[in-house]
């Protein structure tokens, strides 16, 4: 299983990126991506999540309104639209998948990451 996730860069405030993350191997076992962030001296922290079926999404609140998460299932591959960026939006950005049986545990928890594609929002 891997998780490539791409399209990170330089871009200034109010600009927009767009992530890919595209999956390969066993993605049966894929119930739930997500997207997460970890910038400088901080705690990776939750981004966005969306459900492979029925396309169920989440979005945290510092980036509602601004991200949208969505999937494209024939491409194996989920995106994450970032528009009106703020310089706090500079990260690492990371891909994860969760199987169902992790899903219902409940916890949060991702089986399987990416490698991570850095953001830079310039003020």
């Known amino acids: 299983v891997q998780l490539q996730a791409s399209g990170g860069g330089l871009v200034q405030a109010g600009g927009s990126l767009r992530l890919s993350c595209a999956a390969s191997g066993h993605t049966f076992r894929f119930y739930r991506m997500g997207w997460f962030r970890q910038a400088p001296g901080n705690e990776r922290e939750f981004v966005a999540k969306i459900d492979w079926i029925g396309g169920s999404e989440y979005l945290a609140d510092s980036v509602k309104g601004r991200f949208t998460i969505s999937r494209d299932n024939a491409k194996n591959t989920v995106y994450l639209q970032m528009n009106s960026m703020k310089p706090e939006d500079t990260a690492v950005y990371y891909c994860?998948?969760?199987?169902?049986?992790?899903?219902?545990?409940?916890?949060?928890?991702?089986?399987?990451w990416g490698q991570g594609t850095l953001v830079t929002v310039s003020s």
């Open positions: 994860a998948a969760a199987s169902l049986s992790t899903v219902e545990r409940g916890t949060g928890k991702y089986d399987y």
